[in-house]
């Protein structure tokens, strides 16, 4: 019993390690690098209200990439009434935006949301 639970002990540790190591390594844009899927640079796409629905639910904090150059996500924070509960730096693909009738909106649900990881700048 004893091998067994030791088994079971290291079996999970490989797993949140191998967990741990699948996370990308973010960096914050420069802010005059173009976002090409907004025709926008950084700087003016942070602090850009997202949308769903019609609604309002979070904002903008960064713009981010695996380098300082390749926008490659957005960091947002939703608000709390938004019902993809109070998270803060959700790190979201630029996939998952479109840009419609002036305004950012959000394509992913909220258990798509509830998946993603979390920016620690």
């Known amino acids: 019993m004893f091998a067994k639970t030791i088994s079971l002990a290291l079996l999970s540790s490989?797993?949140?390690a191998g967990v741990a190591s699948a996370q990308t390594?973010?960096?914050e844009i420069e802010d005059n690098v173009q976002?090409?899927?907004?025709?926008q640079t950084a700087d003016t796409v942070e602090d850009w209200d997202v949308y769903a629905a019609g609604a309002k639910i979070g904002e903008v904090e960064e713009v981010i990439g695996t380098d300082a150059n390749?926008?490659?996500a957005l960091?947002?924070?939703f608000e709390d009434n938004a019902g993809y509960g109070d998270r803060d730096d959700v790190v979201i693909?630029?996939?998952q935006f479109a840009w419609?009738?002036?305004q950012l909106v959000?394509?992913?649900d909220a258990a798509a949301i509830g998946a993603m990881e979390v920016w620690n700048d």
């Open 14 to 16: 490989a797993l949140l």
């Open 25 to 27: 390594t973010w960096v």
């Open 35 to 39: 976002v090409s899927a907004f025709s």
């Open 70 to 72: 390749t926008p490659t």
């Open 75 to 77: 960091v947002v924070d």
């Open 93 to 95: 693909p630029l996939d």
């Open 100 to 102: 419609e009738n002036n």
């Open 106 to 108: 959000l394509n992913a």
